[in-house]
């Protein structure tokens, strides 16, 4: 009977280590653009916060990742399937010092799933 237990233990186990969610590297993607109204913000950066319906804030470091932003603006990001919650931080040269534009929007993403995310920044 002991066995039969520690059989049990072990599988549940597997099952639970292999179930991954929330993280980069799986088999689902979020991309888009990063925009500040209808420009193309070149160059940002998206911060990515794992396990995040709501806005963490604005210090980065509680981020778990981030990815760059090409010059036409876009972005890709593989992943498991879960929550995130994504920011943008990036400059746009045509707003008065500080030229800097953030924002954020929260993410759901099922198993091998591609979703289309425009990031909005502003002021």
């Not at 049990?8 to 993280?23: H, P, R, T």
């Not at 707003?95 to 799933?113: L, Y």
Request: charged content about 20%; overall charge neutral; proline content about 4%.
């Amino acid at each position: 009977m002991k066995r039969y237990i520690l059989y049990i233990l072990i599988l549940a186990g597997i099952v639970f280590y292999s179930c991954k969610k929330n993280n980069i590297g799986g088999n689902a993607e979020i991309k888009g653009v990063v925009k500040h109204h209808a420009k193309i913000i070149a160059n940002a950066t998206v911060y990515i916060k794992f396990n995040a319906k709501e806005f963490p804030g604005t210090d980065l470091s509680v981020y778990d990742a981030s990815v760059s932003v090409d010059a036409n603006g876009n972005y890709s990001i593989k992943c498991y399937k879960g929550d995130y919650y994504l920011y943008g931080v990036g400059n746009d040269e045509d707003v008065p010092s500080p030229s800097i534009v953030k924002g954020g929007v929260p993410v759901n993403i099922r198993n091998k799933e591609v979703v289309e995310i425009e990031l909005p920044v502003t002021e």
